[in-house]
């Protein structure tokens, strides 16, 4: 094991102690920020309270081009963890424990890297990443502070991710009118009878965008999460709301796709609320989006970094993007193993994902 690596898992080690689990959103600006900022010496270092949890410590040293991101709130652990999800577990090949590979092994990482490296280098550890309420990365763009590029930490088996699909959240409430179920019924009397045929619309729509494609990636992904409504069988339903979410390529129009979700209703619905949207990566003109992906490319190609596949998840990379920063997906772990119980990322990704952060400062 080569002393980086040991270096990285005593890191790993105290951070995965540390109970960042989001929900319930309980972080302070001590504890795992307290040790972080311990093991930054010799950089000008940043601590700010959001709110709700959310907390971001801002790290720099000399004067960067690029700035490394990662988040160090993690999900709820499950009953199905085998051991305490608090105490780092290494075997011959992996480390176990709760954050490991998302994404608390690429913090480790960097605090390695800096006390290995004197280079310049700049660090923003966030915590709100898990609660889809981006406090930390909207306060920090606020600053429009110049960087070249912006690398976010998320699983990708240490390759260079350029593309990924938006996300979006969607509420919807339909208002009928109550009655007794015997009688003929209009097409629009029953809330529940426009939510089921809205969806049967929306499905086929889906099934039209098949075709499209970008970096790999095709179609729209999309699903109806929940319809709820009406009263009893024999009751015409006067209410019902139905969510759904869609996950768009960087190619596609978010805001003409929502209007054209909207439209599907019959007769329009009473509440068409967009509830979370989360930018595609490359964000921006759509018609721009291979532009900026090749941009991307060409810093990964400049950093020496592999290219990685376009994946479907969604990362904060994009808010970053939708600021104007170059900014892709690189860091250590295979999102499969993200969210699951006995979470854990293979030592050999912990290893390549140090060594390449050394180089990427010690050449910036």
């Known amino acids: 094991m080569t002393t980086l690596l040991a ?3 005593e890191h790993l080690k ?3 102690s540390f109970d960042t689990r989001n929900p319930p959103r309980a972080i302070s600006t001590g504890d795992i920020f307290d040790y972080i900022r311990a093991q930054l010496p010799d950089f000008a270092v940043e601590v700010i309270d959001h709110g709700a949890g959310a907390v971001s410590l801002y790290a720099v040293r000399g004067t960067p081009k690029l700035m490394f991101n990662v988040h160090l709130d993690t999900v709820p652990d499950s009953p199905a963890w085998t051991a305490s999800p608090f ?3 290494v075997d ?3 480390a176990v424990g709760l954050g490991a590979c998302d994404i608390k092994g690429a913090a480790a990482a960097l ?7 004197n280079g310049d280098a700049a660090f923003l550890f966030t915590s709100d990443e898990e609660a889809n309420d981006p406090r930390c ?12 590029a912006v690398l976010v930490a998320e699983p990708t088996q240490c390759r260079a991710v350029l593309a990924h699909r938006g996300i979006a959240s969607v509420q919807m409430r339909f208002a009928g009118r109550a009655g007794h179920a015997s009688g003929r019924q209009q097409a629009s009397d029953s809330a529940l009878h426009q939510a089921v045929s809205w969806g049967h619309r929306a499905l086929e729509l889906v099934r039209l965008l098949e075709g499209e494609k970008f970096g790999g990636l095709s179609g729209l992904r999309f699903n109806i999460g929940r319809i709820e409504g009406g009263i009893k069988a024999n009751m015409i ?7 759904f979410g869609f996950r768009p390529l960087p190619s596609m129009d978010f805001d003409a796709l ?5 439209a599907l209703a019959e007769p329009a619905a009473a509440l068409f609320q967009q509830t979370f949207r989360g930018p595609s990566l490359p964000s921006g003109d759509p018609a721009l989006a291979e532009d900026r992906r090749l941009a991307a490319r060409d810093v990964a190609d400049e950093l020496e970094l592999g290219i990685g596949n376009a994946v479907d998840f969604w990362t904060e990379a994009s808010l970053f993007s939708a600021a104007g920063y170059n900014a892709m997906v690189y860091g250590p772990g295979d999102i499969a193993q993200a969210h699951t119980a006995d979470e854990w990322v293979a030592l050999a990704q912990l290893d390549e994902y140090a060594r390449n952060v050394v180089r990427i400062i010690g050449n910036t």
């Open 7 to 9: 270096n990285t898992l």
């Open 14 to 16: 105290a951070l995965v």
């Open 87 to 89: 105490e780092l577990r």
């Open 92 to 94: 011959g090949e992996r």
């Open 111 to 117: 605090l390695a890297a800096a006390r290995a490296h």
């Open 137 to 148: 990365i909207d306060a920090f763009l606020a600053r429009a502070i110049p960087y070249d």
């Open 237 to 243: 339903a006067p209410e019902a709301e139905l969510r």
């Open 258 to 262: 929502l209007q054209h979700f909207a």
